[in-house]
């Protein structure tokens, strides 16, 4: 069994400053981590072989400040031919809700498919790890 990138990259899109996502090898699954679900006296009862063991189970993914998505969405911006769909990207991501505006602007432009920053960042993120990953086809 492989973990399907969708399940990172869902994870990506939900994560907040309290809110982050774990991927637990033995159950192969990506699992919500939030500040509520720490139960630090259940881990001082741990004895350093079960630490390790936990330790080794579980995965954090990228944070959202391991991840710098105005800079991901500018380079990608920069990279376009210059004209209507670079300078309306570039637009989107001026102020608050840049990354929803950009990505409500991409369908515009046809541009779903080449935007696959967070696909690229899941695929390394799995190999850095050691995790074995599918990609579902594209519709």
């Known amino acids: 069994m492989t973990l399907n990138l969708t399940d990172i990259t869902e994870a990506f899109d939900l994560m907040d400053d309290d809110i982050h996502y774990i991927y637990d090898r033995q159950t192969q699954e990506v699992q919500l981590q939030g500040a509520d679900d720490l139960n630090l006296d259940e881990d001082a009862l741990l004895d350093d072989e079960d630490r390790d063991e936990a330790d080794d189970r579980y995965v954090a993914l990228p944070s959202q400040f391991d991840i710098d ?4 969405m500018a380079d990608f911006i920069a990279q376009l031919p210059a004209g209507e769909a670079q300078n309306a990207l570039d637009r989107s991501i001026q102020g608050r809700g840049a990354f929803r505006f950009f990505r409500d602007t991409l369908p515009r432009f ?7 920053h967070y696909r690229t960042i899941a695929r390394d993120w799995c190999q850095e790890n050691n995790i074995a990953y599918h990609e579902e086809s594209a519709k």
């Open 69 to 72: 998505d105005y800079q991901i």
């Open 110 to 116: 046809d541009l779903e498919d080449t935007w696959y």
